[in-house]
């Protein structure tokens, strides 16, 4: 690998949904060029990270910059402008059921380009070709299956031939060839577009198999980032836990859980 | 990217320089498209000093050999830095393109 230079910088980010704290000042780096992958248990704040990073939500103090500018400080115009870098794929593939799947990937092309309709055309038979979708064009999202969706969905994301890419939990729900496929497609574009893509995953094989860098949430907090030979060597707790597929200790004394449950 | 427009040994070639990207292909697509009108044939494209070719780009010379075929012409690519040959390769289309190694060897094919 070449040297290193950051795509994205956190500084000191802080979090909240209304007065609960959800990510307290965390720091990190994402590499340019490279794919980056964050780990954490369910519901420690991976996907509302995600959502800061591509500046949908903003966060109480910090700094996110992307490419040296602090999307955190930004007006929408800016913000708009630094999106067209981006390509998302979140938790659902998001298309717009009124329209084909051709007009769901031209879409943001015939919003923020002056191209040729016939132009458009050919793009967007690449982007759907490209994740395995020649023919489909004309199919709405209902004719399609759940992996056909997501696919449908990254062509899209694709469509402005984005700088990044953000997936949150892109095979979930996937069988394990589908996903296999998925993967494999991820490599292909860091490689020939030198693409910068950051992806939330629980599935250990797809960490092994796509990560460059490895990013672990645990309690807001950052309990480790490196690169994936460092994950495999390293002898955080929790990192041991998630890599040992060991479940969670438990959390409640039995008093605790009495409470809990007789509701007092 | 800038456009310049050029003949070698009585060939037209039109040599691109900069990046191809969404806001340049629409001029890209202009002069392309006027030459496939004018049935120059053959229409030699220097790349040697494109940085940098995204979908949209790759996307106009498929409507531009499209036009090139229709009447039997010649489109050749000639000198494409090895990142803009890869991305041509990846979407299979450096074996549909005629893809020269340099301008010269393009003008004396
Ligand atoms: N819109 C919201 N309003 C209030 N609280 C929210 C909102 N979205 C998420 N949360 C809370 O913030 C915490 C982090 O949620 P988040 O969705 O980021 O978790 P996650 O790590 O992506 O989990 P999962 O792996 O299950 O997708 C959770 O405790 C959740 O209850
Ligand atoms: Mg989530």
Redesign the interface.
């Known amino acids: 690998m070449t040297e290193m230079e950051d795509a994205i910088k956190v500084n000191n980010l802080v979090t909240h949904y209304g007065d609960r704290v959800i990510l307290k000042s965390i720091s990190f780096a994402v590499p340019r060029g490279q794919t980056t992958v964050i780990l954490g248990g369910s519901g420690c704040g991976k996907s509302t990270l995600l959502k800061h990073l591509i500046g949908l939500l903003r966060p109480t103090s910090g700094q996110i910059l992307i490419n040296n500018g602090n999307i955190a400080a930004m007006n929408e115009g800016e913000l708009d402008e630094i999106r067209k870098k981006m390509g998302v794929l979140f938790q659902g593939a998001a298309l717009l059921n009124s329209m084909t799947l051709a007009d769901n990937v031209a879409l943001p092309l015939r919003e923020h380009t002056k191209l040729e309709d016939s132009t458009i055309q050919i793009m967007v038979r690449m982007k759907l070709d490209l994740v395995g979708l020649s023919g489909f064009e004309h199919f709405f999202p209902s004719q399609l299956s759940g992996g056909m969706k997501k696919r449908a969905g990254l062509a899209r994301a694709m469509a402005l031939d984005p700088e990044f890419l953000f997936f949150d939990e892109p095979s979930a729900g996937l069988d394990p060839v589908t996903a296999a496929g998925l993967d494999k497609l991820i490599l292909k574009l860091r490689d020939v577009f030198k693409m910068t893509i950051v992806v939330v995953t629980h599935e250990l094989p797809s960490v092994f198999m796509i990560a460059d860098y490895v990013i672990m949430l645990d309690l807001g907090d950052v309990v480790f980032a490196g690169t994936l030979d460092e994950l495999r060597i390293s002898e955080h707790p929790r990192v041991r836990m998630f890599l040992e597929r060991r479940p969670e200790t438990e959390v409640y004394s039995p008093e605790d859980y009495f409470r809990f449950i007789a509701g007092d | 990217m800038t456009v310049t427009l050029k003949e070698m040994n009585g060939k037209k070639i039109m040599a691109l320089a900069g990046e191809i990207?969404?806001?340049a292909?629409?001029l890209l697509?202009k002069e392309l498209m006027a030459l496939v009108k004018k049935k120059t044939d053959p229409l030699l494209i220097d790349f040697e000093n494109v940085s940098y070719i995204?979908?949209?780009g790759?996307?106009?010379f498929?409507?531009g050999l499209k036009g090139m075929m229709a009447f039997g012409g010649k489109l050749k690519l000639a000198g494409m830095p090895s990142g803009v040959k890869?991305?041509f390769s990846?979407?299979k289309l450096d074996r549909v393109f005629e893809i020269y190694g340099s301008i010269d060897d393009a003008i004396n094919s």
Do not use: H
């Open positions: 990207d969404m806001s292909s629409p697509r995204d979908s949209s790759i996307a106009t498929v409507e890869e991305i990846f979407s």
